[in-house]
């Protein structure tokens, strides 16, 4: 049941992905990390609620955390995003890219975490 679950959240996440990741392409252009980054900072968020909230029953977890979270986001993107921009020699880009990236979207799940606790 676990596996299904994860399944059904993966078919959430991973086209809105896909989506973000073409609306960042058609405002930036192509190479734009904006849709990688903004899928990791929405899903770090998510996943802090989620978590925060102590209540939150395994299927949920399971779905929504592993599921849609795990596909929303994508370490793999990001880790190729900062390889290519210090191969093009913007590494003052990649360094921003990665601050940005740990800081907003730590900051994300903190704030989420500690507003799924409040309630």
């Known amino acids: 049941m676990t596996a299904l679950l994860i399944v ?33 900072v929405a ?8 978590l ?3 209540s939150a029953p395994g299927w949920l977890v399971a779905l929504v955390g592993t599921g ?13 995003d900062v390889v290519r921009l210090v191969e093009a020699r913007a590494v003052g880009r990649a360094l921003a890219y990665l601050a940005a990236t740990l800081v907003l979207g730590l900051g994300a799940a903190a ?9």
């Open 43 to 50: 899903g770090a968020l998510v996943l802090g609620l989620l």
């Open 8 to 40: 059904l959240g993966a078919a959430a996440g991973a086209p809105l992905r896909l989506v973000a990741e073409r609306v960042a392409t058609r405002r930036r252009g192509r190479g734009s990390v904006l849709g990688t980054l903004v899928v990791n």
């Open 68 to 80: 849609f979270c795990g596909t929303l986001t994508t370490f793999s993107a990001f880790g190729a």
């Open 111 to 119: 704030a989420g975490y500690v507003l799924a606790a409040d309630f």
């Open 52 to 54: 925060g909230a102590n």
